[in-house]
C-alpha cells in the first residue's frame, strides 16, 4: 500500500513509530505493509517513490523541528497539492491541524485526492465538520473510500462501535463526553474545588489544553465530534452551522458543589435527538455511565430496541489516535482488495 502522509506533527510521527515497530506485526497479520512513499510537512516533502526512511524523517524532525532543516537535500519545495498531483499512491493520511472557519488546508487535500479515486484517512475534524455529506458523496463517485475514526475518541472506536455493533437497531439518540479537556477541568473542579481559571491553567501546565483553549473549552471541538457521529452513525446531512454550542466558561464550583450534593455533576454534553445537535453543559447523575472524570470521553447510543449502551476510552493522544489511522488503514486495504476482486 503505497501510503502519502501530508503532517507530521504529533500523530504523524506516532503513526511513522507504529510502522517502524509494528512492521512484521501488520504484515503477519493484517496483510497490511505500509510503503510511505512521501511525507509532507509546512516546510517541503521527502519523497521517494521505493519508501521513505521514516527513522530519518522522525529524527530530523526530532532534532530541528522539521523535514527541510533536517533533510535539506532530500526535502523538496513542493506543496501538498503539487504532491498528490504528482505522486502514484493508493492512500492519503490527511494530519494537518484542525482549522473550523474554511477547513483549509485539510479540506483541499482531501478533496484533491478523492477526486482523484485516492481513498482518505484522516484525524482532521475541520473538513469533515464542514463538509462531510459533500465528501462521503464525493468519495462514493469517485470509487474511494475515507475514513476518520481517530477524529473521535482518539483511538477509542467510538464511531465504529455506534455504526457497526448497532447496526441491527436504530439509533435514536446520542449522548456523549467528546473532549478529554474539557472533562478533565470540569472534574478537577469537581474534586478539586478549583475555579474554572484554576483548572484551566493546570489542564494547560498538564499538556491537556491549549495555550488558546477556546477550541475546547466553547465547545467547537465536541460539536465538530458530534456532526461525524451525526452523519457516520446516524445517516444525518449535517454540518457544525447545524449545532447550537455553548462551552463551559460559566460554569462554577459553587454549582458543582450544590449538585454533587444531589448525587449529580455537569458535564459538557453533544447530544442528537428529535430536537438537532446540540452542545452544551448538562446535569448528569453521578451514577450514570456517562459519567467518567479525568480525560475520559464516554459516548452513549440509545437505540429502538436494545436500549443504551456506552463505550468509554481515552480521547486523545498520539499513539491512540495513530492506532485508529492503522485501523482505517486495515479497512482502506480490504476495500482496494474488494477492489481487485481479491
Known sequence: MRIVMVGFGVVGRALAERFI?????LASNFGLKPRVVAVADTSGALVNERGVDLKKALDAKRRLGSLAKGMPDEVKPLSSSE???????DVLVETTPTNIVDGEPGLTHVKKALSMGKSVVTTNKGPLAIALPALLELAERNGALLRFSGTVGGGTPI????????????VVKVEGILNGTTNYILTRMYKGGLSFEEALKEAQDAGYAERDPTMDVEGYDTACKLVIIANYVMGLKVTLRDVRIKGIRDVTYDVLKRLG???????????????????????????DPLCVWGTLNAVTFHTEHLGSETIVGKGAGGIETAIAVIRDLIAVKRFLMRGLGG
Not at 464511531?159 to 455493533?165: E, K
Not at 450534593?261 to 453521578?286: A, H, N, Y
Request: one cysteine or more; aromatic letters at 6%; a negative charge.
Open 261 to 287: 450534593e444531589s448525587g449529580k455533576t455537569i458535564k459538557l454534553l453533544g447530544v442528537i435527538d428529535g430536537e438537532g445537535l446540540v452542545v452544551e453543559p448538562r446535569e448528569v447523575s453521578l451514577t
Open 83 to 89: 504532491l498528490l498531483d504528482e505522486l502514484d499512491y
Open 21 to 25: 515497530a509494528d512492521q512484521n506485526y
Open 159 to 170: 464511531l465504529d462501535f455506534g455504526r457497526m455493533c448497532l447496526s441491527g437497531d436504530r
